[in-house]
């Protein structure tokens, strides 16, 4: 929030503005630019299912957000969708998108949990539609705003009119039958406190959203590992077909799961290591990565983050304070 008042975000200041002089200042400086249009691609991986591959990126404004994968199913009930992108414009763009792939409107909508690049497009949907767990409906409504903040200041105009939405169904354990399609939801943990994966029983599609990443680094700021790689054993043991990730090439079999096993096994231990050897957060941070992550997208990128908040939290586990008894 460089340049900025405490506790002003550039969405509260454009907002501030609106209606002032100030306003014609931020539109005249391109602040406010025309509408931006995302491109989705459907990419189509067996009969009536599609996915639209995000961007192997961080979140800038040049991608406007759009770098997690999201997926549209045919069924005799009517399209189903599972996450709904980084904002307003997209959940349009991808509602639009799922209504021509199956000339159906939309039966579902599910969220596979409460981080920015996956929910924000909720708005265009109709409440009803829209479904997930308790864990990620709570944690939307407590961090809705605060990934609002951030979005706004990493993605600018493309986010314009995203408000965070609260799914309106909460899902049990029961699968809900679409016809030709039996998705059993699957409630999960480790890569955020709830995580939300979809097995379709009838095709053996497995959705797995972020528990599983591709070919791009996995993102760890409100991860627990020891779950996660629980979590990653229980959908290994799980008897699929196709597997589309939350990031990242979707594919028969189960190369994501053990690919993001592996990186989280690789960050963990190295940063324990290094934090054993009494190296400090930069020296951790600059340590070099093994060989097989050059071919990862954002290795570098999600290490130095994994090591700000890992290292953090050995810190508080192991150095007991010594100004309290
Ligand atoms: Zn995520």
């Given at each position: ?21 100030a ?28 996915y639209?591959?995000?961007a ?16 549209v ?9 599972v996450?709904?992108?980084p ?18 409107d939309?039966a ?7 981080h920015?690049d996956h ?10 539609t829209l ?24 993605a ?20 809900e039958?679409?016809g ?22 009838v095709s ?7 528990l ?14 020891a ?5 990653l ?8 077909g ?6 990242g ?13 592996q990186?989280?096994?690789?960050i963990?231990?190295?940063?324990i290591?290094?934090?054993?050897k ?7 941070t ?7 992550t ?6 570098r ?11 953090a ?12 008894r």
């Amino acid at each position: 929030m460089q340049g900025l008042p405490p506790g002003m975000t550039r969405r509260r200041l454009l907002a501030a503005l609106a209606g002032t002089a100030a306003a014609q200042y931020v539109s005249a400086f391109g602040l406010e630019a025309s509408p931006l249009s995302y491109t989705l691609k459907p990419q189509q991986l067996a009969k009536g299912v599609w996915y639209v591959a995000g961007a192997q990126e961080a979140i800038s404004r040049d991608n406007g957000g759009a770098i997690a994968n999201t997926v549209v199913l045919d069924s005799k009930a009517g399209a189903i969708v599972v996450d709904t992108g980084p904002s307003l414009r997209y959940g349009q763009q991808l509602a639009t998108l799922a209504r021509d792939l199956t000339n159906k409107d939309i039966a579902r909508v599910y969220v596979t949990h409460f981080h920015p690049d996956h929910m924000f497009g909720n708005q265009a949907f109709r409440p009803d539609t829209l479904a997930s767990s308790t864990g990620v409906i709570d944690g939307i409504k407590s961090m809705g705003s605060a990934f609002a903040d951030a979005m706004y200041y990493a993605a600018g105009d493309w986010m314009r009119g995203t408000e965070p939405v609260m799914p309106g169904t909460i899902l049990g354990t029961e699968p809900e039958d679409f016809g030709d399609r039996i998705i059993r939801p699957l409630h999960m943990t480790g890569h955020t406190a709830a995580d939300l994966a979809l097995f379709d029983e009838v095709s053996g599609v497995l959705i797995a959203g972020d528990l599983v990443f591709l070919d791009r680094a996995p993102t760890t700021p409100h991860a627990d590992i020891a779950r996660w790689r629980n979590t990653l054993a229980a959908l290994g043991g799980i008897s699929h077909g196709l597997l589309i990730p939350g990031h990242g090439p979707a594919e028969p079999g189960a190369r994501g799961i053990a690919q993001t096993r592996q990186w989280l096994e690789t960050i963990e231990t190295q940063i324990i290591e290094a934090f054993d050897k009494g190296l400090d957060v930069a020296e951790t941070t600059a340590l070099a990565l093994p060989a097989w992550t050059e071919k990862i997208a954002l290795a570098r990128y999600e290490y130095e983050r994994s090591v700000m908040h890992l290292y953090a939290k050995l810190e508080a586990s192991r150095w007991p304070r010594v100004d309290v008894r």
